[in-house]
């Protein structure tokens, strides 16, 4: 089954303990990106790749940050995280910034 | 600064209805415009796109209406059902769309028996 997958779906941590959230797909997609959502600011891009090694700076990228080492793998990492980071991520993939973007799960995420 | 702005926030319909959502943009560089339909616990799906060389497109009871000159593009819903009950965000993007998406801030949309 062709699918997004995000880990974990829930977290709970402290301010400053770094911690990473996995994005994994298996459609042998060449763009990624990660979004944060939150009421009343839809969804936000963080960063997003175009391709394995290539990485760019969405609208909020300030406080994280991502690697593409591998094509199917995008992990998200807050090196010490914040209560203003506290939100909902979503993980997307598709082949083309145009073609349909298919969205992880989501991962809700505060941050006391 | 908001480049897309969607509105409204909520909307609530009765079943059968037409349900309108309406987006606004600043960028005339965008060249695509897709729309996404999130369910509650879900993430978003896309629902359907267009392209400024259309001012118009259809699939099923799902209609984009485009207005290059005035800058805006809405969504229409035909015969609205309890089941279409979701979000909805517009979004816009650049360059034949390579370039990223940049989203609306999402309609909730409710509809009633």
């Known amino acids: 089954e062709a699918q997004v997958t995000q880990n974990p779906r829930y977290l709970i941590t402290v301010t400053g303990k770094k911690l990473t959230v996995t994005c994994s797909q298996n459609?042998?997609?060449?763009?990624m990106s990660w979004y944060r959502q939150d009421p009343g600011l839809g969804l936000r891009q963080i960063y997003y790749?175009?391709?394995?090694?290539?990485?760019d700076k969405g609208d909020v990228p300030e406080g994280y940050k991502v690697s593409r080492k591998e094509k199917r793998n995008f992990p998200l990492i807050l090196e010490s995280p914040s209560p203003n980071q506290t939100s909902l991520y979503f993980c997307?993939?598709?082949?083309?910034?145009?073609?349909?973007?298919?969205f992880g799960p989501g991962t809700r995420l505060l941050v006391l | 600064q908001q480049q897309v702005k969607q509105s409204p926030q909520s909307l609530i319909v009765q079943k059968g209805g037409i349900s309108i959502i309406n987006c606004a943009y600043e960028?005339?560089?965008?060249?695509?415009f897709p729309w996404y339909q999130q369910f509650p616990g879900k993430g978003p799906a896309l629902l359907i796109a267009i392209r400024p060389d259309v001012s118009e497109k259809k699939e099923g009871r799902f209609t984009i209406s485009f207005n290059k000159s005035a800058k805006q593009f809405s969504l229409h819903i035909m015969d609205s059902q309890p089941g279409d009950s979701a979000t909805y965000f517009c979004?816009?993007?650049?360059?034949?769309?390579?370039?990223?998406?940049?989203f609306g801030t999402g309609t909730r949309l409710t509809i009633i028996p």
């Open positions: 997307a993939s598709s082949l083309t910034p145009t073609s349909t973007q298919y």
């Open positions: 459609m042998n997609h060449e763009y």
């Open positions: 979004a816009a993007s650049a360059n034949f769309g390579n370039e990223k998406l940049t």
């Open positions: 790749s175009m391709n394995v090694e290539v990485t």
């Open positions: 960028n005339t560089a965008f060249d695509y």
